[in-house]
């Protein structure tokens, strides 16, 4: 992975929970995996669509679609979101294959084990 | 019998909402303030007519403030320019003041929607660049549907689930007013019962330097000078922003459920004057063409038309060419209704031009006023025997003439009358 400042920070994440950037924060600079997965969760909440009822608690086993009222533009969005805040490409294959919170985690998290793997 | 018209809303620099836009037309006031763009107070563009009441100037929709008498939800915001924000704002106003709720028209296949944008610059620039900057190997999964032309149509057929006509049309600054001729002609064909129209722009630096570059935009930083039509001293258009709707419907429809018809779509003429690709015709040809051919579809003569909404942007050429059309259709025969510049208050909205100023000749009929020309000093030589009040005149119009002209020479003219007056 190539050297970060610091405190690597992102504008795209301006709008998220302190805790949120520090987890960003921690990833860039220690390549901590662990601090992804609070940044997936907070962009999972944040996309969500409205007018789908209240949220319910988001857990490993939470379904995109049929939990959180997901559509596809939706899911489109997160996606671009994520790879544009980690740097990393998913394909149409690899977002057919994410229904839960925990498996897009896995997604991601396997997507930025491949550039450390490649850098 | 003729289209109604049953409801219109605003978002324009002179108000966002009917009352307060017909306080500011029949008291001249303007609705243009000092302006700064990308930072740069060198730039020759010093003023413009600014939305109140809305921060959108970010091209993330998630920065953007509008005043809270609007619901929108977010997946749809997702899906928006600025103007598009505008437009949604002008068409739940319509809606209300025709007497109509979103269910009404939600799968409706009898409603229709007719839109005008030119497309949002500042999205496409933005999400473009950002394509650019990661070699496309990816974008914004919104940035087709946000920013090409045909954004508005894209997401207000969406938003209100509209079943019937959809469509969005591009002739600059004509371009609501084609929206409106094309609805009145489905309405009139009996394809559709009712009819959203709705104009929108955008105001940013992407939206309106261009037109500096062309050379188009006043210079001026009073704004009681900047927009001045048919001043001899007149020098360049001052940009504006915002969205009007209105609701045009077939007469019996409107009847049957007892809407309030505010004005009729008596009717509506278009003419292009196969010149220059964004000057006028130095006599206005296509613009008298257009304006004739609007009067012979209300089955009207010149002498009907009791009061005349002019396009006069204050350009120097452009409004030149309209004063010697409107003289040769009216002074020519001893006629003088009054003619009205009400860009001098809004400034000129481009895409919402057309569909701003048929919905101001509807406040006017129904309202009892016809504005005057404000900022009106001396009038240029082009225009003697023109009709020009400098204030508002206390006395209803029953037929207006309403002129636009787009680049390439698109003009396009409609006939808007007091409810019964014209039965077509």
Partial sequence: MAPVPPNASNPALARFPAEVLEAYQRYRTQGDAGAVEAVVIAAVVDYRPSG???????????????????????????????????????????????????????????????????? | MNPVVTGVGFITPIGNDRASVERSLREGRHGISPAVFLGN???????????????????????????????????????????????????????????????????????????????????????????????????????????????????????????????????????????????????????????????????????????????????????????????????????AGGAVAVIVEDPRAASARRAVALASAAGWGQAADGYSVAASHPEGAGLLLAMERALADARIGPDDIDHVSAHATSTPVGDLAEAVALRRLFTSRNLRPPVAATKALTGHGLSVAGVMQAAFCILSIAGGFMPGNAHLGVAGAECEGLELPRDSLRRAPTTVLSNSSGFGGSNVCHVIAAPGKITG
């Fill in chain 1, 52 to 119: 789908t009822g209240s949220a319910p608690a988001v857990a490993d086993g939470t379904l995109l679609i049929e939990d959180l009222g997901y559509d596809s533009v939706a899911v489109a969005e997160l996606v671009f979101f994520l790879e544009d805040l980690f740097d990393l490409t998913l394909s149409n294959d690899d977002i057919v294959s994410v229904r839960t919170i925990a498996e897009l985690r896995s997604c991601v998290n396997r997507k930025l084990a491949g550039k450390v793997r490649t850098a």
């Fill in chain 2, 41 to 239: 107070p060198d730039l020759h563009v010093k003023v413009a007519g600014v939305v109140k009441g809305f921060e959108v100037d970010s091209p993330s929709w998630r920065d953007w403030s509008w005043p809270d008498d609007y619901d929108i939800p977010k997946e749809v915001l997702r899906g928006l320019a600025p103007h598009g924000l505008y437009a949604i704002c002008a068409v739940d106003q319509a809606l209300a003041s025709a007497g109509l709720k979103h269910s009404d028209i939600a799968g409706d296949p009898t409603t229709g929607l007719y839109c005008a944008s030119a497309g949002s610059a500042m999205l496409l620039h933005h999400n473009l660049a950002q394509m650019r900057a990661v070699r496309g190997v990816r974008g914004n999964p919104m940035g087709v549907v946000s920013s090409i032309a045909g954004t508005l149509n894209f997401n207000l057929a969406a938003h209100y689930r509209i079943t019937g006509t959809v469509c969005g049309f591009v002739s600059a600054c004509a371009s609501s007013s084609h929206a409106l001729g094309y609805a009145i002609d489905d309405l009139r064909l009996g394809r559709i019962q009712r009819a959203i129209v709705v104009g929108a722009e955008e105001l940013n630096a992407d939206s309106l330097l261009p037109f500096a570059h062309m050379r188009a935009l006043s210079k001026q930083r009073d704004p009681r000078k900047a927009s001045r039509p048919f001043d001899v001293e007149r020098d360049g258009f001052v940009g």
